[in-house]
């Protein structure tokens, strides 16, 4: 006889089938500029070095006057082996050198580090309009640290080779390669941005005052978003792929603490409070909203907004935590503690950026290709068209920033009637932004340019572009 199945187990069998043809996580119903968190490049726990070019005191050249070479290959030598940083032949210049260049990256064996090799070819000096060939001595260069430095597991660190390059061209038109190794030399929590790369597993140090990378710190587990408090000498990372919250102390870059997050299953945001008190965390899987202390890593709170959660900011002019979903044209205004719903506010746009302004809500529509203000206190609602697909906001000296991700540009807007001061051309896809106050400079993170991008906030201007290895998510800066 054969079996049939009871007529009341059918539409949950169907329902079955069809939810496991159903694509989740990061899949969007329609095209979006939001940042996203999370590229599934596998993140390896291999060491990793990034080696970067810059010059010497002693290389500055005559105005007019730029040496220009072919780096065929460069090889790090770790655990005894060589290993490739180049992909493929790199131009370079000493003009290049005087910004501090990204060279190239490669993971190696565990073990002791202690050399650098370059092959030079086709080297050309430009001096008032003329080129002349240099004839290269040694084309093949072995440049030592002067110390080896060894690499475990999990492992992330950079090296500089440093071009002296008058010494270059002291036996002109013969080109010597006067260059040396140096590891990296990270100033004490103090003039710093940092950027995380998730794939990389590896936080990139970038030194203010020159808008140069000056090291980088291995953090396993894909880390992505970032606070720093430099007074208790901490930082805060999310490890997406771990599911935790790693406390590294910022002198060191060393891991002190690690939290976890019971139940969560793919923590993809993470915000602080001002005082370092709380952790908010959204969770793409789950749909839920947690809150974390930070004083012994235990869970305090959870909530929902009934659907998936995107993004969150905490409002401290207003007491609420915004948080926005793309699947929702509503912004859910939470109680901080409870995380239970307040508010719910119609935006119309499905807001991916949220900050508050003078008891006003301001919303970084991608999909509508502007910034609305709300009026809390009962004001008609603005809206200023921008750039293509703006994802975040920052406000700063009187004056909202947006960063266009679509259309490669960040716009700055006075608040209240959104007026459009200037829309600052950057390149690539910003999204995420912080400012150094004590230099002038907005950062943004160039999630489709693998860099960050610096623009002053005096002239707004792009001021430099910092070329990194992978596309970065995370940025902070400590003064």
């Known amino acids: 006889m054969t079996s049939r199945r009871p007529p009341a187990l059918l539409p949950l069998a169907l329902l079955l089938l069809l939810t496991g043809c159903i694509q989740v996580g990061d899949f969007r119903s329609q095209p979006s500029a939001a940042p996203k968190a999370r590229d599934e490049t596998q993140a390896s726990s291999r060491p990793q070095i990034t080696l970067f070019l810059n010059d010497t005191d002693a290389g500055q050249t005559r105005a007019g006057v730029e040496t220009r070479a072919e780096l065929q290959s460069a090889e790090v030598l770790c655990a005894g082996r060589w290993t490739p940083l180049l992909a493929k032949p790199l131009a370079i ?46 084309p093949e260069t072995e440049f030592p640290l002067a110390k080896g430095v060894e690499l475990r597991e999990g492992d992330s660190v ?24 140096t590891k990296q030399q990270v100033p004490l929590t103090s003039g710093l941005a940092l950027a995380s790369c998730p794939t990389l597993n590896t936080i990139y140090l970038i030194r203010t ?11 396993p587990g894909r880390p992505t978003y970032l606070k720093a408090f430099k007074d208790r000498d901490l930082l805060y990372v999310l490890a997406r792929d771990q599911g935790t919250i790693d406390v590294l102390s910022l002198s060191t870059g060393q891991i002190r603490d690690r939290f976890r997050v019971p139940l969560a299953a793919d923590l993809s945001f993470m915000t602080i409070d001002q005082a370092g008190g709380n952790a908010f965390l959204l969770d793409r899987k789950t749909e839920a909203i947690y ?18 959660p995107d993004f969150a900011a905490l409002l401290d002019d207003l007491g609420r935590l915004a948080v926005s979903s793309e699947l929702s044209p509503d912004i859910f205004l939470l109680d901080p503690e409870s995380l239970q ?29 502007s910034v609305g203000v709300i009026d809390l206190g009962g004001g008609a609602p603005l809206t200023q068209p921008v750039g293509l697909g703006p994802t975040r906001l920052l406000a700063y000296d009187r004056t909202i920033y947006a960063a266009n991700t679509e259309g490669g540009s960040i716009t700055a807007l ?22 150094s106050a004590e230099h002038n400079w907005l950062y943004a993170n160039d999630i489709r340019g693998d860099g960050v991008v610096a ?15 992978a596309r970065p998510l995370g940025l902070e800066v400590i003064p």
Not at 117 to 129: A, I, K
Not at 160 to 179: E, Q, Y
Not at 209 to 219: F, K, P, T, Y
Not at 361 to 369: D, F, H, R, S, W
Request: hydrophobic share 40%; net charge positive.
């Open 455 to 469: 623009v002053s906030i005096t002239d707004r201007k792009l001021a430099a572009r910092i070329e990194l290895p």
């Open 209 to 219: 005052d020159q808008n140069r990378v000056c090291g980088s710190w291995g953090v």
């Open 341 to 369: 719903v307040r508010q719910t506010i119609p935006a119309g746009g499905g807001p991916s950026g949220i900050i508050s302004y003078q008891q006003r809500l301001y919303l970084a529509e991608a999909k509508a290709g």
């Open 291 to 308: 809150r974390l202390r930070l004083d012994s890593g235990s869970l305090a709170a959870q909530g929902r907004i009934g659907v998936r």
């Open 158 to 181: 950079s090296f500089f080779l440093r071009w002296d390059v008058t010494a270059s061209l002291s036996k002109s038109p013969d080109f010597i390669p006067a260059m040396r190794l």
């Open 414 to 435: 006075l608040p209240g009637q959104l007026t459009v001061m200037r829309e600052i051309q950057v390149g690539g896809g910003p999204a995420e932004m912080a400012v």
């Open 93 to 138: 210049s000493s003009t290049q050198a005087a910004q501090g260049v990204l060279l190239g990256h490669g993971e190696v064996q565990a073990g002791i580090c202690s050399a650098v090799r370059c092959r030079f070819d086709s080297v050309t000096l430009v001096e008032g309009g003329r080129r002349t060939a240099l004839r290269v001595l040694a």
